[in-house]
Structures are given as structure tokens and as C-alpha cells.
């Protein structure tokens, strides 16, 4: 079991950035990737990006080009980028870990709220 908290929510007006990180901790061996969902206001959780113990990564469509996932194995830390920020984009920002295809651990997640 691991256990994540997501942190670098905020409110932030439109065309900005953030940061957010996802520390993760535990028994993080069998963990095959780590994804972003986010969940706006009256809506389901959506998927957001995805990246795999060997790096590579991949997007939803409503976010490709502005949304960046890393890690950081060191710190054991996953960051999601966003760039350009929407008033759609606000949310709650979840970080999921992947073990053997299926969501193991979530995150208590991250507020964001763009302002136009």
C-alpha cells in the first residue's frame, strides 16, 4: 500500500501556472504508473495524464500541450505542470497510483480554481 498528498493547488487567474506535486510513500515496488485525474464541480473524475515508471507519458486530449507530468524518483515525487490555465481547468487534482493496470492508491487531492 502506498499513500500519496497531492500539494500546489490555488487559486490563480486565467493564463497562469501551477505546479502541483504528489509525494508518494510506502511499499511503492509493484507501482507501474502514476496518473492525474481531476474532478470539477458537478462532473466526474476525469483522467488527466499518466506516466510510467520508465517516463513515458501520456495525455488526455483537452490537455495535450499544456499539462506536463515527471517524476522525480529521488524524491519520489510525481508534478503535474499546467500552463495557461483555463477557468475550465478548475478542479480537484487527484494523483492515483497504477498497480497491474488498476488504480491502488488515490490521493485526498488539490484544489485548483482559475479565475477568469
Known amino acids: 500500500q502506498v499513500q500519496l498528498v497531492e500539494s500546489g493547488g490555488g487559486l490563480v487567474q486565467a493564463g497562469g501556472s501551477l505546479r502541483l506535486s504528489c509525494a508518494v510513500s510506502g511499499t511503492f515496488s509493484s507501482i507501474n504508473a502514476m496518473s492525474w485525474y481531476r474532478q470539477a464541480p458537478g462532473k466526474q473524475r476525469e483522467w488527466v495524464a499518466t506516466i510510467t515508471n520508465g517516463g513515458l507519458t501520456n495525455y488526455a486530449n483537452s490537455v495535450k500541450g499544456r499539462f506536463t507530468v515527471s517524476r522525480d524518483n529521488a524524491k519520489n515525487t510525481v508534478y503535474l505542470q499546467i500552463v495557461s490555465l483555463k477557468p475550465e481547468d478548475t478542479a480537484v487534482y487527484y494523483c492515483?497510483?497504477?498497480?497491474?493496470?488498476?488504480?491502488?492508491?488515490w490521493g485526498q487531492g488539490t484544489q485548483v480554481t482559475v479565475s477568469s
Open positions: 492515483a497510483a497504477i498497480k497491474a493496470g488498476s488504480i491502488s492508491s
